[in-house]
């Protein structure tokens, strides 16, 4: 088994990476997915958030994640807070998914906030999404509706771009066409297929 660290700041374009990666017989374990799952309604996970938070629910009950946002972006207390209740449910899921996986398996921890976390170092390998961040700003306010400032704020709160580039073992530029996506990919996958055997 090869176990990979994917991250990228915000709109770099991981995602696209996991996605090909998928398509050609990884096993990809979406650290947001499971972030969604740990505090999905009726799970401990939320119930601590209630408790840590106060009443963060929607009308049907699940979680108001912008209310959440509004609380926890920019206070760095209750940032710390509310992951010290879900990474730690995020990370034994994973484990657990990993556990499940073929001896002979690539499996993907897509992971956005990797390098803060300190997690650099748990992973056979990293593979670093990378795009100048003129290019986040122009993601973020075309294709998620941000403001300029919205988007600058975002890519701000995370690791720098050269944080992420000095722990990489492969990168990938996101910054060309699709095209040029796919032919990377198919540059390192079977260097990755080969090294899990």
Known sequence: MLRVGLTGGIGA???SVATRLRERGAVVIDSDVL???VVARGT???AEVVEAFGDVLTADGELDRPAVGRIVFGDEVARRKLEAIIHPRVRARAAEIEAGAP???VVVHDIPLLVETGQSDK???LLVVDVPVEVQVE???RDRGMTRAEAESRIASQATREQRLAVADVVVDTSGSLAELDARVDEIWPTLAERAR
């Open 123 to 125: 992973f056979d390998l």
């Open 103 to 105: 001896a002979d398996a």
């Open 35 to 37: 972030a969604r799952e």
């Open 44 to 46: 401990d996970g939320l």
């Open 139 to 141: 993601r973020l306010t």
């Open 13 to 15: 374009g991981k995602s």
